[in-house]
Structures are given as structure tokens and as C-alpha cells.
């Protein structure tokens, strides 16, 4: 047992020192930064880079990290944040979630996407006491963390830049009143946060023995969880939700295997979230308006399609593109209409309810397994178990996010990610059913009315009608009655519920309808690809998904069309890589965001 303690305490001290960062930044900036991660990740591999390839000693390569991590963390600042000083936070979010995605990339074509090994700069195993074995790089890293956490709270404290912090974190209207360089301040704390982000990459490195770039957004999104935990905004609080959540995590590894770490992990955040969402040392701020909610990236209205457009449109896809187009660009052409259903859904909660949802990978999946089980082992026709996996996607989506509507803001956000990973988690744990990380194979065909379907074409032209009837379900839904409560709780929350409407009700509502159609879509996906496992609904995909709907335009469900044409299908045909791929989907959200907030469907 102490063993596995100790244990606990050397993750949970990882955890810390990045969960500190995203607490100093949250409280200065009110920004959840989701590119920390990718500070991290980053510091990491230039550890490796500078003790490995260089030869340089710890001490120096320490001192480079920090340097590199602190530059970065203020041209994050610099060119992502400030520029959206005046913007509604949720463009700062969705800027951080785009950097995440440049460095992430960028780190991977620069360093190589594989594993290697980690130096030991530091003796790991050399030290004992009692039965507990453990080496020079614990104690330094806790030491580290020690000094660290004692210098920023004394440097807080007493320092006139640091009193300045706290002044800004409590409000920054006030601190600028008071004389108080406020973005020099914002500066400031993204240099500090970055530059201990960069520190426990490097430890981290060491104490995992091997590394590769690709780590970021599982350490962001753990110290993500370490942070809420402990109190988002508060450094004491993100010291303690680290050392809890590290020995959480340990322990529940040691008794049910380390496939239950998400499990553990996205089920404390949802606790959390739940039951205390201020944490164990923050409190929830009173807001006058929904930072996450409303009509938040840009003014305008979606270009009208009138109906006969819009058939035209169809019949020449249906047409002419199984005629002209060969099998590769056919099967490029199903991806695009498989995240468009996702996206046009989405545009219910995002544009039309106004609030922002990170995890649509969830119930995707839940559509993908039924759908598959049902025909592989109940020996249900296909269009019933497509339309049985939507409804169990919007069913499980409604249960597991229930409680969290009565949040506000970040919190919703942060929930439905992980809503969204704690799904996937489920379906990876339930080995007898589902088979694990193995995943389900040799899953039947579409079958329509007798005929099975096989080719490019037939499944494009299903997806084709899978879309179409999305489209007009989303607009049917938008002109309605329902659709109009939808727009004006995001349009005004204060103004919806002094009417008397229950917008957290109506959002969870759109929430699940906007589940049941991914639902539809995971189906339509695993009965194509035939093979699907847990990895393949990833955060990526989520975060895809977003971003296709943002291009388009968080109103337009037509936009949302295009957006997926432009970042699923022109990547695939050009033959990308995925690195290059996914960097390119990073770029474009940046600008979109910074240039083009409304989306590139909608007219001013």
C-alpha cells in the first residue's frame, strides 16, 4: 500500500506543477487554456533534444527549457489572447484549442512522431526506505515542486508584480482603475505558467523513461481535471487536486488495472463539477452573463439556400458525383458527409442554444458499438439499428451530462469533454461486450430493403441521404416553435429565464438531439469502415468536429456542410499527412477566429 501511495504522490507532483499554470493563467486571464498541454509536451521533447542529442547536463538543459517555454507562453499570450481582449471568452478558448493543435504537429514534424527513450539524467532507482524503492529524480522533482510552489506563493504575496497578479485574478477592471498594466500583468503569468509547464515536462520525461510528442493533450487534459479538482484560479488548490488526484488514480490502477485511469480521472472531474464546481479551495464567480454562451464569434446571418438551390444542389450530387468521381474520391466523400451529419447537429447546441460542447466523440461512439452489436449479435436490420444507436447516443448523452446543467459557462464546456472521454472510457472497460482495445470486427454491411451495400458509391449515396435528411430535420427544428425558444435562450440567457424558460432544460435538450444524429453517424461510420475500437473516437475527432462547425458557421447548418468539405475533404485529397493535416486544421481555426469569427457561411 505505501508503495502504491508513493507512487501516487510522484504522478500527483507531475500533475501539480502543470496544474499550477493553467490555475495561474485561469485566475489572471479567466482563459482555460488548452494549449498548456502542448507547453508541456513541448518541454519535454526539448528536454530530451537538449540531454540527448546536445549532451548538455540537467542544470543547462533546464535553464533552455525554461527560456524556450517562457517565449512561447508570451507570444501565446501575445498573438492568440490579447488580440481577443474584447472578444467573448469563448474565442480565446477555442484560439488556445487551436495552438494546441499547431504545437502539437509542429512538435511531431520537427521531432518525429515515435517514442524514445528518455536520458537518465538523474539516478531513478537508486535510493531505498523501508520497503519503498525510488531514486534522485523523485527527490528532486519534489523538491523542485517545493521550491516552486514556496517561491510563486512568496513572490505572490509579497512581490509588487506578484501582488499585482492577485489583484488582476480578483479583478481586473478594478486593477486597471487602480494603475495596474493589466496585459503586461496577462503577460507575466503566461511566461511564469509556461515556463513550470516546461519544468514538469522535463521531470515527467525522466520519471516515464520514454516520451514522444504526441503527449500533450493527455497531460493538459489530466492537469485540467488536478486543477478543477482543486479549484480552478487557485495555485494552493492546484498543488493539492494534483497530490489527490495522482493518489486517486494510483490506487484504483493497483485494484482494477491502468485501463480504468479515464474512468478515474474524467469520473473525479465529473464529480467534482457536480457536487462542489469550485473545488476544494475556489468558489464559482457570480456571473452577469454566460462567458461560453450566447452569440459569441461574430454578427450576422447565414446565407439563405432557397429550396429549389438547395434541390439542385442534391440531385447533382447524387448524379453526377457516383458517375465522374473514382473509388478514392468517393471514400474521401463519405468521411466529408459522415462529419457533416455531426457538425449540422451541433449547430442546434453551439449556434442555435449557444452553448459550446467538446465532446461529441462520446456519442458517436455509443451510435458506432450499438448499432454493430445489435446486427452482429440480435440480428437487427440495419435502419433499425442505426436508428436505435441515435437514441441510446441521446439517451446515455442526456443521463450522463443530466447533472451538469445547472453549471454556467466553463464548466458545461469542461464537463461535456468529459462527458465525452468518460464514454469512450465506459466502452474500452467493457470488454465482454464490446471487446476492449481489441475493438469489433467483421461488422455486416449496410443492408437496404434486400440489398447489401458494398461499393464507394452506394455508400456515398447512403450518407448522402443521411444527410439530407439531417439537414432538413436541423432546419425543420430551427423554424419551429422549439427551435425559436432555442435561439432566444442563446441569444439572452438573463432574458430567456426572466420569461420563464428553463434554458438549461432547452440546452440539454439540444444537446441530445444533437447526440442522436452523431449517434446516427457513428452508426453509418462502423457498418462502413467494418472494424472499429476505442482510438478511433478520440478527442481529435471532437475537436474536429468543432471546428468544422465553426468555419462554417456556428448558425448555419448549410456552412457547417462546407466547413466539413473544407477540413476533412481538401486534406484527404491533397494526400496530407496527418500531422500536416491536423496542423492546417489549427492554422485555420486560429484565423478563423481572429479574422472571420462569424464563419465563412454567414454575411455581415
Known amino acids: ?3 502504491t501511495l508513493f507512487a501516487g504522490l510522484i504522478h500527483g507532483n507531475a500533475y501539480a506543477l502543470v496544474a499550477v499554470g493553467l490555475s495561474l493563467i485561469f485566475g489572471v ?9 502542448s507547453v508541456f509536451a513541448l518541454g519535454t521533447m526539448l528536454g530530451w533534444w537538449f540531454i540527448a542529442v546536445l549532451g548538455w547536463p540537467l542544470w543547462a538543459a533546464l535553464i533552455g527549457v525554461v527560456i524556450i517555454t517562457a517565449v512561447l507562453g508570451l507570444v501565446i499570450n501575445q498573438v492568440t489572447i490579447r488580440p481577443l481582449a474584447s472578444a467573448p471568452p469563448i474565442a480565446a478558448l477555442l484560439a488556445t484549442v487551436a495552438v494546441a493543435l499547431i504545437l502539437d504537429n509542429l512538435s511531431q ?35 523542485v515542486t517545493i521550491a516552486s510552489m514556496t517561491g510563486l506563493a512568496v513572490y505572490l504575496r509579497r512581490g509588487r508584480s506578484g501582488r499585482a497578479i492577485r489583484a488582476t485574478a480578483q479583478d481586473s477592471e478594478a486593477a486597471l482603475q487602480m494603475g495596474i498594466h493589466v496585459p503586461r500583468i496577462q503577460n507575466l503569468a503566461f511566461v511564469i505558467a509556461s515556463a513550470l509547464g516546461g519544468v514538469a515536462g522535463v521531470f515527467v520525461g525522466m520519471f516515464n523513461s520514454n516520451v514522444n510528442p504526441a503527449t500533450g493533450s493527455t497531460a ?15 495555485m494552493p488548490g492546484a498543488v493539492v487536486g494534483g497530490l489527490v488526484l495522482g493518489v486517486v488514480e494510483a490506487f484504483g490502477v493497483a485494484a482494477w488495472g491502468d485501463g480504468v485511469r479515464d474512468l478515474i480521472t474524467f469520473g473525479v472531474l465529473l464529480v467534482v463539477l457536480v457536487v462542489r464546481p469550485g473545488g476544494l479551495f475556489g468558489k464559482v464567480a457570480t456571473l452577469t452573463a454566460e462567458p461560453l454562451t450566447g452569440t459569441f464569434l461574430g454578427a450576422g446571418r447565414p446565407i439563405r439556400v432557397r429550396w429549389w438551390q438547395g434541390v439542385v444542389v442534391i440531385v447533382l450530387a447524387a448524379t453526377l458525383v457516383p458517375l465522374l468521381a473514382n473509388g478514392y474520391f468517393l471514400i474521401v466523400a463519405t468521411q466529408v458527409l459522415l462529419y457533416a451529419i455531426v457538425a449540422v447537429a451541433l449547430t442546434l447546441v453551439a449556434g442555435s442554444a449557444g452553448q459550446i460542447t467538446l465532446g461529441q466523440a462520446g456519442p458517436i461512439a455509443l451510435g458506432a458499438y450499438t448499432s454493430a452489436l445489435l446486427v452482429q449479435h440480435a440480428g437487427w436490420p440495419f435502419l433499425a439499428t442505426v436508428l436505435v444507436g441515435g437514441l441510446v447516443a441521446a ?52 443492408e437496404l430493403f434486400g440489398h447489401v451495400v458494398t461499393t464507394p458509391a452506394g455508400y456515398y449515396l447512403l450518407d448522402l441521404g443521411a444527410l439530407v435528411l439531417t439537414l432538413g430535420v436541423v432546419t425543420l427544428l430551427r423554424r419551429s416553435h422549439l427551435g425559436k425558444v432555442f435561439a432566444a435562450v442563446g441569444a439572452d440567457d438573463t432574458a430567456a429565464r ?64 462546407l466547413g466539413s468539405v473544407v477540413l476533412v475533404g481538401a486534406p484527404e485529397l491533397l494526400r496530407l499527412a496527418p500531422q500536416v493535416r491536423i496542423l492546417s486544421y489549427g492554422v485555420l481555426l486560429l484565423a478563423i477566429i481572429r479574422f472571420r469569427p462569424q464563419g465563412i457561411w454567414i454575411r455581415k
Open 498 to 561: 426572466s420569461s420563464g424558460v428553463r434554458s438549461r432544460d432547452y440546452r440539454a435538450l439540444a444537446f441530445a438531439i444533437a447526440a442522436f444524429f452523431a449517434g446516427v453517424s457513428g452508426a453509418l461510420l462502423a457498418h462502413q469502415y467494418a472494424y472499429i475500437d476505442p482510438t478511433v473516437f478520440n478527442q481529435g475527432m471532437s475537436l474536429l468536429v468543432l471546428t468544422i462547425a465553426v468555419l462554417g458557421g456556428l448558425a448555419s447548418p448549410v456552412g457547417a456542410v
Open 29 to 37: 486571464t479567466h482563459v482555460a487554456n488548452f494549449a498548456h498541454g
Open 395 to 446: 439517451v446515455a448523452s442526456a443521463i450522463l451530462t443530466f447533472p451538469v446543467w445547472r453549471l454556467r459557462g466553463h464548466y458545461v464546456a469542461i464537463a461535456t469533454l468529459g462527458v465525452g472521454i468518460l464514454t469512450v472510457a465506459l466502452i474500452r472497460n467493457a470488454d465482454g461486450l464490446t471487446r476492449g482495445a481489441y475493438g469489433l470486427t467483421g461488422i455486416a454491411p449496410p
Open 1 to 3: 500500500m505505501l508503495d
Open 220 to 234: 493538459g487534459l489530466t492537469a485540467f481535471v488536478a486543477a478543477t479538482l482543486g479549484g480552478l484560479g487557485s
Open 109 to 143: 514534424l520537427v521531432f518525429g512522431p515515435q517514442t524514445r527513450a528518455f536520458p537518465a539524467a538523474l539516478p531513478t532507482h537508486n535510493l531505498h526506505l523501508g520497503g519503498l524503492r525510488f531514486g534522485t529524480s523523485d527527490v528532486v522533482m519534489f523538491g
